[in-house]
């Protein structure tokens, strides 16, 4: 499957943005799903999954609560909605496929494979 995230932009602290996703090339809904970040200097950290049917998801704790991810197959587009956004959440994010060898609940990014462009939000204090 091929990826592509985009929706990033800059935004003050307390906005919102949406990030999509945008899948081709496979069967979209034969994958777990998930959001990555990573801000300069440091390294690419878990955001959050969501299962095939979108019925289960998991976030890191940073984000829980504040972002929100969903998916529609019928359009193999996945998103991240992100409210109340911090200033720590500026970073590029990236969307990504688990490997179909991987257990469900992984954060590993070695897990995830098909990785998309990522997407820069910049939050402003």
């Known amino acids: 499957v091929q990826l592509q995230a985009s929706g990033g932009g800059l935004v003050q602290a307390g906005g919102s943005l949406r990030l999509s996703c945008a899948a081709s090339g496979s069967t979209f809904n034969n994958y777990v799903m998930g959001w990555f970040r990573q801000a300069p200097g440091k390294e690419r950290e878990f955001v959050a999954a969501i299962n095939w049917s979108g019925a289960r998801k998991y976030y890191a704790e940073s984000v829980e609560g504040r972002f929100a991810i969903s998916r529609d197959n019928a359009k193999n587009t996945m998103f991240l909605q992100m409210n109340s956004l911090k200033p720590e959440d500026t970073a590029v994010y990236y969307c990504?496929?688990?490997?179909?060898?991987?257990?469900?609940?992984?954060?590993?990014?070695?897990?995830?494979?098909?990785w998309g462009q990522g997407t820069q939000v910049t939050v402003s204090s």
């Open positions: 990504a496929a688990l490997s179909r060898t991987a257990r469900w609940g992984s954060r590993n990014d070695a897990d995830f494979g098909s």
